[in-house]
């Protein structure tokens, strides 16, 4: 009953059993009553309390020297201040924190600070301890004004259906929480409502589980000492900067859909400007006008169970160094997904996915390594663009589709007139009049050329059918071309230059004389200007001997520097008039 043992300030050791079905047949609640053991100034932890009871009442354990205690699943309803002045409680669990009345949810308390309401204040403690320095003072003010004890540092809170908002705001002494969601489904709130933990400038760590946390919000758990953060598997919804202001190190999110905010991760962080003296902590990201501060600790992000990546979901985190993905067959990454990852060093994917989206990877220029799946279908325009450290020499076979740019500024494998091939793809052309195809190209990504950007003349050293195969995606001006099927026994490539070789035809026929093989530079690579290539073959540096130019097959206007052999003619029956025009140095 109340007041029960109030004021036995001797009492060290007490074992109480409560029964339920008495108090039941006396039409009572079974429970501890207002200030029940208030006072007890020397009980602590010695204290046994068996039996179910269902309700605390205010007051309750007032004054006592309790340094942990659980309130069992049984409780219904804990009334206010019941551990008032109590300085020395460093553990709390509350077994069951929400009960079904009246066929709805409804908490037991609506707020942390409520079970202590206003303790002694400073001035008063300082009255009853006046050879104490203020620092000793025990307790400390939540934003409710509520007096906490300093000595508080763990929570842990089960059968909860919801969590009021601002319900731990403030309790600064919190290093520990866990929050177990296990009671049916509460919609009229967030689960986890605005500002519950937020200012706890203690908390490094956080344990959410239970499969009825569907929502968490507003800043919910913003301005702690969190530097991991895993957001459960079970939730659909976040407020605006559930963990803004956080210095976290470490992200992971255990299940990633398309239902996701269109903010994607950027709104975990929130709008809120970090304080004074922190701006250089965190770094702005504007999307759609608005500006999200992320901390500049930020490396490590983990995505499991991902059946979508949605647009922008990790945009402009330049922190990131690492990121891994656990992904769902047949899933994808969406546009813009990751672009502008500017410090993204590793890029790591378990499971298959079929898409990558436009931009997803765009601008992440420190990505020097990405592995893709043998099951990936299309790959968005400019995918990959900006990746200046990225190699890439093939691609899978499963793909259908290369966007435009997919692959601009990236690493790639040129053939040395002015093309980039990956696998069967023709994936980039510099412009080039004459180009010469390798074998095995049956497939253009889009826009590669156009009907006024495309070559005069084409050599290939494909079959019939690869060309067939690839008209169908070349532009009308270069599918009514006739191609020109090199072998190996007619074209060649040295130090970066493609050669095509024929007989010369006006070649005095001897007996046992070899054919004189003429040259036609078909390609040169950037690196090698027509003056390079003449010096080198001046000075017997390069293995393959430009010998001969025939059948006006290349044009002055084109040429700087003619080599010939010393046996070769010219005249403009085999060069052209105009080989002769001025500038043109000619070297035998």
């Known amino acids: ?83 008032y002045d109590v300085p020395t409680l460093a553990s709390l669990t509350v077994e069951s924190y929400s009960a079904y009345v009246n066929y709805s949810y409804q908490n037991s308390f609506s707020a942390l600070g409520s079970l202590f309401g206003t303790s002694v204040t400073l001035g008063d403690w300082i009255n009853e301890n006046p050879f104490s320095a203020e620092e000793e003072y025990p307790y400390y003010t939540d934003a409710d004004g509520n007096s906490l004890p300093k000595a508080l540092t763990t929570l842990a809170v089960s059968g909860i259906a919801y ?20 009671l049916g489904d509460f919609t009229y709130y967030e689960d986890i409502g605005a500002y519950a933990f937020e200012g706890c400038s203690s908390l490094a760590e956080l344990s959410l589980s239970g499969s009825y946390l569907y929502s968490i919000g507003n800043y919910a758990f913003a301005n702690t000492a969190l530097t991991d953060f895993t957001l459960p598997d079970s939730v659909t919804s976040v407020g605006d900067g559930i963990v803004g202001g956080n210095f976290l190190t470490s992200l992971t999110v255990a299940s990633v859909s398309s239902s996701g905010s269109e903010a994607g991760l950027l709104l975990l962080f929130g709008t809120s400007a970090p304080e004074s003296g922190e701006q250089d902590a965190f770094y702005p990201v504007t999307y759609d006008s608005s500006v999200y501060y992320i901390p500049a600790t930020l490396t490590q992000l983990t995505l499991q169970d991902v059946d979508t990546i949605p647009a922008y979901y990790a945009y402009g985190l330049a922190s990131l160094t690492e990121a891994t993905l656990s992904m769902r067959s047949g899933a994808s990454v969406g546009d813009y997904a990751f672009a502008d990852c500017t410090g993204l060093l590793t890029f790591e994917t378990t499971g298959n996915y079929v898409q990558i989206g436009s931009h997803a990877f765009e601008n992440c220029a420190g990505l020097s390594e990405f592995v893709l799946p043998d099951t990936l279908e299309r790959i968005g325009e400019y995918a990959f663009a900006g990746c200046s450290a990225l190699t890439f020499d093939t691609l899978p076979e499963s793909v259908t589709f290369v966007g435009e740019g997919a692959f601009e500024g990236c690493i ?23 180009v010469v195809l390798p074998a095995g190209v049956t497939q253009m990504a889009e826009n590669v050329m156009t009907e006024s950007f495309a070559p005069q003349i084409v050599y290939t050293l ?14 009308s001006s270069v599918q009514n071309l006739t191609p020109v099927y090199l072998t190996s026994e007619n074209y060649v490539v040295a130090d970066g230059v493609g050669y095509l070789l024929q007989e010369a035809a006006d070649q005095p026929a001897e007996p046992g004389a070899q054919p004189v093989l003429e040259a036609y530079v078909i390609s040169v690579d950037g690196a090698l200007s027509f003056a390079e290539i003449a010096q080198s073959v001046l000075s017997g540096d390069t293995a393959c001997t430009v010998v001969g130019i025939r059948d006006r097959a290349l044009r002055s206007e084109k040429l700087s520097v003619l080599v010939v052999a010393d046996n070769v003619r010219l005249t403009q029956e085999n060069c052209g008039s105009d080989l002769f025009l001025d500038g043109l140095r000619v070297y035998s």
């Open 1 to 83: 009953p109340a007041s029960f043992l109030r004021g036995m300030n001797s009492l060290t050791d007490l074992s109480l059993s409560i029964d339920s079905d008495r108090a039941d047949l006396a039409g009572i609640v079974p429970q501890i009553g207002e200030y029940a053991l208030a006072g007890c100034s020397q009980l602590g932890d010695e204290m046994t309390i068996l039996g179910s009871y269902e309700a605390i009442g205010e007051h309750a354990f007032a004054g006592t020297a309790l340094t942990r205690f659980t309130v069992p699943a049984s409780v219904t309803s804990i009334g206010q201040g019941a551990f």
């Open 163 to 182: 969590l009021p908002s601002e319900f731990a705001r403030d309790a600064t002494s919190l290093t520990e929480v866990s929050l177990t969601f296990d």
């Open 412 to 434: 790639l494998p040129e053939t040395g007139d002015g093309l980039t091939v990956l696998g069967n793809w023709l994936t980039g052309y510099s412009g080039n009049e004459v």
């Open 462 to 475: 494909g079959t019939e059918e690869e060309w067939r195969e690839l008209r169908y995606d070349l532009p």
